[in-house]
C-alpha cells in the first residue's frame, strides 16, 4: 500500500498558492492545511475543501504533518520562522539569501537535530537546481569557470526586499542579464566578469502617500546583499500601470560551465549549460519545493536528521517511483 505523504503550507501568497497546485499535481501527497498569519476565514484556497488555520496554532499539529512547506519570504520572515518550525516539523523552504546560508543552515540544523526533524533549506531554482548544475559543472570540467545568469525575469525575493522598504506602497524587480556577458561565456572565452558586468536591476515602485522619491530610491540602491552590488534603475509609477504591466511573473536563467578536458599538449573546449524558461517563477519554484518535500519525508523515514539542501539529496528520492521504475524509465 502506498503512503499518503502528508503535508501542509505556512505562509499563502504566490509561493503558496503555487505549493497547493503543485501537491494537487501529486498523486502521492495530501494537502492537510494551510497556516497564515491573516484571518484564515479571509484566505480563499484553491480547494476550498482544505482547512486554513492560524499560524498561532501550528504547534497544535505537529504530530499531524509530515512536512511543513515553509512559504515566507527570505528577508524577514524565514530567519524567524525556520529555526523555530524546525524544532516541531520536517520543513523545506526557499531561503535564497545566498550570502546568509550558512548561518541560516547553522540556526537549522541545532533544533532539527534536537528534535529528530529534518531541515531542507534554500531549495528552489537558484539556490537550488542553478548550486547542482554548478556542483556537476565543477566536478565534471574541473579546469574552467561557472557561470550563473539570472532573468531576464521577476525576481520574488528581491521584489520582496523592495516593498518592505520605508516608503514603498507596492513595487517589483526584474533581473536583466547581459547579452554580451552570455555570448563570451557559450564561446568558450571564460571572460572575467564583475557582478556588475553580469546583470542589471530594474524596480518599479508605486510610492506611499508622503514618501519621498529620493529617500526611498537611496534605500533600495544601497540595500546590502540585495542591490548594492549592481547597477539598478528604479522607476516610480502608480497602482494602474503596476497591475497591468507588471502583474507576471516570469523569469529563468543559465547555469554554464565552460572548461577543458584532455592533456596540456591536446585540450579540447566543453561547454556544459542548464537553462530555465519560466512562465511563472512562484509556481515552479513551489513545484520543486514540493519535489523535495517528498525527499524530505523520505530521508526522514530513513532517520536522517538536521539541516539538508539540495546538495545532499539523491536524485531518485524526488520521484514517486520507485527506484526499479526510474532505473528502466529514465536511465
Not at 479571509?42 to 475543501?49: E, R
Not at 520574488?156 to 517589483?172: C, E, F
Not at 525527499?295 to 538536521?306: C, I, L, P, R, V
Request: net charge negative.
Amino acid at each position: 500500500m502506498t503512503t499518503t505523504i502528508k503535508v501542509a503550507i505556512a505562509g499563502y501568497g504566490n509561493l503558496g498558492r503555487g505549493a497547493e497546485a503543485a501537491i494537487q499535481q501529486s498523486p502521492d501527497m495530501s494537502l492537510v492545511g494551510v497556516f497564515s498569519r491573516r484571518d484564515p476565514a479571509s484566505v480563499t484556497l484553491i480547494d476550498d475543501s482544505v482547512p486554513v488555520y492560524a499560524m498561532d496554532d501550528i504547534e497544535q499539529y505537529k504530530d499531524e504533518i509530515d512536512v511543513l512547506i515553509l512559504c515566507g519570504g527570505s528577508k524577514s520572515d524565514l530567519p524567524e520562522q525556520g529555526p523555530a518550525l524546525a524544532s516541531l516539523f520536517n520543513i523545506v523552504d526557499s531561503f535564497d539569501t545566498h550570502a546568509k546560508i550558512p548561518e541560516y543552515f547553522a540556526a537549522l540544523d541545532a533544533p532539527a537535530k534536537k528534535a529528530n526533524k529534518i531541515a531542507m533549506l534554500s531549495v528552489g531554482w537558484d539556490p537550488g537546481l542553478f548550486s547542482i548544475n554548478r556542483l556537476y559543472g565543477e566536478a565534471i570540467l574541473p579546469v574552467g569557470e561557472t557561470y550563473s545568469f539570472w532573468g531576464k525575469g521577476l525576481s520574488q525575493g528581491h521584489s520582496d526586499a523592495v516593498r518592505r522598504v520605508d516608503g514603498v506602497k507596492a513595487g517589483v524587480q526584474y533581473t536583466l542579464p547581459s547579452e554580451s556577458a552570455i555570448a563570451k561565456v557559450r564561446n568558450g572565452e571564460r571572460p572575467t566578469l564583475s557582478t556588475r558586468d553580469k546583470h542589471t536591476r530594474e524596480c518599479y515602485v508605486v510610492l506611499a502617500d508622503g514618501a519621498d522619491a529620493d529617500t526611498v530610491r537611496d534605500a533600495i540602491v544601497t540595500m546590502p546583499d540585495y542591490f548594492a552590488d549592481y547597477d539598478t534603475t528604479v522607476h516610480f509609477i502608480d497602482e494602474q500601470t503596476l497591475a497591468s504591466q507588471h502583474n507576471k511573473m516570469p523569469h529563468g536563467g543559465f547555469v554554464i560551465r565552460s572548461g577543458v578536458s584532455g592533456t596540456d599538449n591536446e585540450q579540447n573546449e566543453q561547454v556544459l549549460e542548464f537553462a530555465l524558461k519560466l512562465g511563472s517563477n512562484p509556481e515552479f519554484t513551489a513545484s520543486v519545493l514540493v519535489a523535495y518535500a517528498r525527499a524530505t519525508y523520505k530521508m526522514s523515514q530513513a532517520g536522517e536528521t538536521g539541516a539538508k539542501t539540495v546538495l545532499d539529496v539523491a536524485p531518485a528520492l524526488l520521484s514517486p517511483k520507485s527506484p526499479a521504475q526510474l532505473r528502466k524509465e529514465l536511465l
